[in-house]
């Protein structure tokens, strides 16, 4: 598996996104090209390419990062392997290469949420090293 951290948005990126953010949530709205170039920008995207596939972006992985004053917090967010290609080991290679990204920025530690119902990603984010927090999440919907 190849991961690449993606700075530019081909075509072959949005196709990607348009069959990869479906298979995460159906209720999400597929980013449009301009969405993926920025985040594109603060080079937090990376995509899994399989080389057995001639190439093809099987996966992807958001880096959060961000200053704040006790220091660079990141976050792993919408994790995406496709359907077909799970078991394989994808998502673990994209976790990995974003861990090592978010050491590289300094960050000293990486969170992650995962519903309890998506147990083979809670078995993988273990098996890497998270460990479960006793946390209360807070959220807003601000529409």
Not at 30 to 35: L, S
Not at 101 to 119: H, I, M, N, Q
């Amino acid at each position: 598996m190849e991961i690449e951290r993606i700075t530019e948005i081909s075509d072959e990126v949005v196709d990607a996104f348009n069959f990869l953010i479906p298979q995460l949530s159906t209720s999400s709205l597929i980013p449009t090209r301009e969405q993926l170039a920025e985040i594109a920008a603060n080079e937090s995207l990376l995509i899994a390419r399989d080389p057995q596939q001639g190439g093809r972006i099987v996966g992807s992985l958001t880096l959060v990062t961000f200053r704040i004053p006790t220091g660079v917090r990141a976050w792993i967010e919408d994790v995406i392997v496709d359907q077909a290609q799970r078991a394989k080991g994808i998502g673990e290679v994209l976790t990995r290469a974003a861990l090592a990204r978010a050491a590289e920025l300094g960050a000293k530690t990486v969170d992650l949420t995962s519903r309890p119902s998506r147990e083979a990603a809670n078995r993988l984010y273990q098996r890497v090293g998270f460990k479960l927090r006793e946390s209360n999440l807070y959220r807003y919907t601000i529409r």
